[in-house]
């Protein structure tokens, strides 16, 4: 090999190394959930945290949520969007197996649930059987 063609060859490595592929950003989020966060707000003792974690190239939503102090046994938790602090929207992803804390797990997101997601407009609801459209509440945030 000539030194013209180790210097091709140096130069056709360097150019792969900037084209492979990207990394996948992960997005670490959380929520702080209490009574005073609900639309109606409630005067409910509960109080609870959710992390959550995204995976911008899979579009992969995790999370696990730990709550206690609740009215009663949580009967559902959702993701609930696009909604800013202060209003109200409904479910856009599931919380399964909600019904004791803590609960994890995950799901893939749409686009546009992605970018709602990314811009604050999530929440997390953790509804009771006192409280079905919700004992406490918190904003996804970054």
Same mark, same amino acid.
């Given at each position: $090999?000539?030194? $013209?063609?180790?210097?091709? +060859?140096?130069? *056709?490595?360097?150019? $792969? ?11 670490? $989020? ?5 009574? +005073?966060?609900?639309? !109606? ?8 945290? +959710? ?21 009663? !046994? +949580? ?13 109200? *929207? ?33 929440? @997390? ?6 409280? !079905? ?6 904003? @996804?945030?970054?």
């Amino acid at each position: $090999m000539n030194s $013209m063609q180790v210097t091709l +060859a140096a130069v *056709a490595l360097g150019a $792969m190394a900037f084209t492979g592929p990207s990394f996948a950003e992960k997005v670490a $989020m959380k929520a702080t959930l209490n009574g +005073a966060s609900e639309v !109606p707000a409630t005067t409910s003792k509960g109080t609870g945290t +959710a992390d959550v974690d995204f995976d911008t190239t899979s579009k992969k939503l995790s999370w696990k949520l730990n709550y206690s102090g609740l009215s009663g !046994p +949580a009967t559902a938790a959702h993701f609930h969007g696009p909604a800013e602090p202060g209003k109200n *929207a409904g479910v856009a992803v599931a919380i399964p197996n909600a019904g004791s804390s803590p609960a994890e797990g995950s799901a893939t997101l749409t686009d546009a649930q992605a970018a709602d997601l990314l811009a604050g407009k999530y929440y @997390v609801n953790v509804h009771t059987k006192d409280n !079905p459209g919700g004992e406490i509440r918190g904003q @996804v945030t970054k």
